[in-house]
């Protein structure tokens, strides 16, 4: 009997073992994939955060050539008009010397709106969107458009710096490289998201090759993905380029 008893006590101890060893390693397993989840996490918003920062810095240089373009290509030009009509002033050309001046200064109040810092601190796609492409359209650098589906949302600053940025690479291609005569841009609000369509009419050219190449595609899909958003270019030589974003709110 007493043999029986140490019997069951020895089992009794040895499951009791079993049972403490295995929720110790339960635990074990437990906090080291809550540690590396942590650790993702971190190093994710530190990549968030780094990502963030550049933007605006690419934004703001952005924003400083813009400036240098529009002081010596447009408004350099039109004081220069300005000087010229006045010093050939008439009462036959006022009209026209006040035409040119008054066009000068609303040319600087649009480049005001560029110069203010908090234009990238507080910037709004929309209204972001808006003034680059009034500004298109003003420079004559390309014909334009910006289309507004559906009812609007407000979205994530933060993650708005990042998709403008991402719009901003576009235009600034299709202005320089792609010949486009026309640049389309739509913002179509859903339910539950955003698709955001950039479309030009320029030459276009090969995926395979930019693929191999690796130019800017990655960058874009990557930006994207930080947003929990997806992004997807699409472009055949003599058809133009698009793309496209969808962001979930």
Known sequence: MEQQEGRILIITTLVLILVITFLILLF???QRRKNKLLLERAIAKKRYERELAETQIEIREETLRNISW???????????LAKI???HA????IDEISHTITKSLTEIRALS???????????KLKEALEL???R???LNYIEASLEIKGKEQEINQKHGII???ILQEFFSNTIKHSRAHNLCVSLHYLEDSLKITAQDNGVGFEMKKVLLKGIGLQNIKTRAKLINAEAELKSFPEKGTTLTINYYF
């Open 28 to 30: 074990v397993v437990f």
């Open 70 to 80: 529009e002081l010596h290509d447009n408004i350099g030009q039109l004081l220069t």
């Open 85 to 87: 009509q006045l010093q």
């Open 90 to 93: 008439s009462p036959e050309n």
């Open 113 to 123: 709106k560029l110069i203010n810092p908090e234009f990238i601190k507080q910037i």
């Open 132 to 134: 680059e492409i009034e």
């Open 136 to 138: 298109f359209n003003r």
């Open 163 to 165: 998709i403008f940025r």
